[in-house]
């Protein structure tokens, strides 16, 4: 076992990056955790912060038995900064650098690139557990109640890595994006933060599931490829995430198929078999399919706006700085250099949307992209569809066209249906309700909100999970309300 892989669990934060033997860092994070916790009960869960809540807490890196389960009060939580453990003699895997020693301190040349990619993805983090503090309240059951919490502390304990990459490595800048991080607000007026879908509302638990399924994937896809940096404290700690991310996509899709799997039980019990005689479906106090539909696209056409501009320079310059690689950059048959490459992009053409080839560099934002629609459809097909067929139902989710939608990039400029063909302004107006969720949706979807509090309870609309959390069975008393 290496060094590495040995935490320190005993001080106030437990790490396995040498804290101790470290006092300036140390000083830096301990005098950043305050405003940390303030933050947490400010704008992190609302209500519960006093409950006993049943969570997982990381506490090695071994793959095997790196966490273990206990009830804890959330504020007391044990974030910590955990690195995968080195890979000895490492290699930069791609861009100009590719075949030189992994880095272990920052490039000069690259100090200003490197820094606004971990602040960006820093900023990710706290967003979602603001977007999502009030949900607690409204929580289906204990079970998912607990979920919720477990994400929320395991992406604060993802601002935490990125906190402490910019606090070792950046000096007194990085100590002052590490206050930032805490300064801005998801869905502020004045002080947003940095991406547009960490400033929308995450409102009721359809939209939860939905997040979790389709823009923590993003973040999956997005720490894969940090992964990769030739930068090496950044890639040891995004491998050391993504054992995190796995349980937030679980969560989503999950989530979703119980959903579908509470509706279609309930469609077939009342001896409805067209999915779209939706006023039937409600009334039965389930979800209709074209609902969730409409939710699932609207969600995606926003997660798309985090991979960037169709060309971008930045993407190219990152790339060639052997900074961020593609997904899997290390298991992709190529020379890792792209220089004279192209990739097939979808651009607006005199009106038309059609694939063009662009340099492979300035599409990487693209390649990625395209990686993140191959992995949500295959999500969709595996844990969504498969429900649906096994019910007998007559119907399918979908993904709409990456043209479908969009506020940002090329595809800003029209109106497109699902399929990806244009409309006019008028056709927009009239048939956007058709593919995205009206008001009146989101009305029917908020009077399902209410809370489901006493252990193996669940709302009406969504299915007990298959399996609970630790071996333990659904009905589990995940959290302890009082106390
Ligand atoms: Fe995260
Ligand atoms: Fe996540």
């Not at 990381?58 to 273990?68: H, L, Q, R, T, Y």
């Not at 007990?464 to 069975?473: H, K, T, Y």
Request: aromatic share 10%; charged share 25%.
């Amino acid at each position: 076992m290496s060094d590495a892989m040995n935490v320190d669990y005993d001080g106030l934060i437990p790490n396995n990056v040498g804290l101790n033997a470290d006092p300036r860092l140390r000083r830096a994070l301990e005098s950043w955790h305050p405003g940390y916790l303030d933050w947490w009960q400010a704008r992190g869960p609302e209500g519960f912060q006093k409950s006993l809540v049943y969570l997982r807490t990381a506490v090695g890196v071994d793959p095997e038995g790196w966490a273990k389960f206990g009830y804890v009060r959330m504020p007391e939580y044990r974030w910590g900064i955990l690195l995968a453990p080195a890979v000895e003699n490492r290699r930069i895997g791609f861009g100009a650098h590719k075949g030189e020693p992994a880095w272990q301190e920052v490039p000069g040349e690259y100090r200003a690139m490197l820094r606004r990619l971990i602040v960006v993805q820093g900023d990710t983090e706290p967003a979602s557990v603001e977007q999502q503090r009030h949900l607690g309240r409204t929580a289906p059951s204990l079970y998912d109640l607990r979920n919720l919490f477990q994400v929320n502390v395991e992406e604060a304990r993802h601002l935490w890595a990125m906190v402490y990459l910019l606090q070792k490595y950046f000096g007194r800048d990085g100590r002052e994006e590490a206050e930032d991080l805490l300064r801005r607000r998801s869905g502020d007026q004045d002080t947003p933060r940095l991406l547009g879908a960490f400033n929308e509302a995450t409102p009721d638990w359809l939209s939860f599931f939905m997040f979790t399924f389709f823009t923590d994937r993003d973040g999956k896809m997005q720490l894969h490829a940090l992964s990769q940096s030739g930068f090496d404290p950044l890639s040891r700690t995004c491998r050391f995430m993504l054992t995190e991310e796995a349980h937030h996509m679980f969560v989503g899709q999950s989530g979703i198929g119980r959903i579908i799997e509470r509706t279609c039980q309930a469609m077939r019990a009342a001896g409805i078999d067209d999915p779209d005689d939706v006023e039937r479906v409600r009334a039965l106090g389930v979800i209709d399919l074209p609902t969730m539909q409409n939710k699932a696209t609207l969600h995606f056409s926003l997660t798309l706006h985090l991979f960037g501009s169709e060309i971008s320079t930045n993407a190219a310059n990152a790339f060639n700085a052997s900074l961020k690689g593609r997904y899997r950059e290390d298991q992709i048959e190529d020379d890792h250099r792209l220089t004279g490459d192209t990739y097939p992009v979808w651009r607006l053409k005199h009106g038309q949307i059609m694939r063009e080839a662009v340099p492979a560099l300035s599409s990487l934002n693209m390649r990625l992209r395209d990686d993140y629609v191959a992995d949500a459809a295959s999500g969709i097909e595996r844990w969504w569809n498969r429900i649906i067929e096994r019910a007998g139902i007559a119907f399918r989710f979908r993904l709409p066209h990456v043209a479908f939608n969009r506020r940002i990039g090329e595809f800003a400029a029209i109106h497109a249906d699902l399929d990806g063909n244009p409309l006019s302004a008028e056709e927009w107006q009239r048939r956007q309700d058709e593919c995205l969720p009206s008001t009146e949706d989101n009305l029917f979807i908020e009077s399902l909100m209410r809370p489901v509090t006493e252990p193996g309870g669940f709302a009406s609309w969504i299915a007990p999970p298959r399996a609970g959390i630790d071996g333990l069975p659904g009905n589990f008393e995940y959290v302890k309300l009082a106390g």
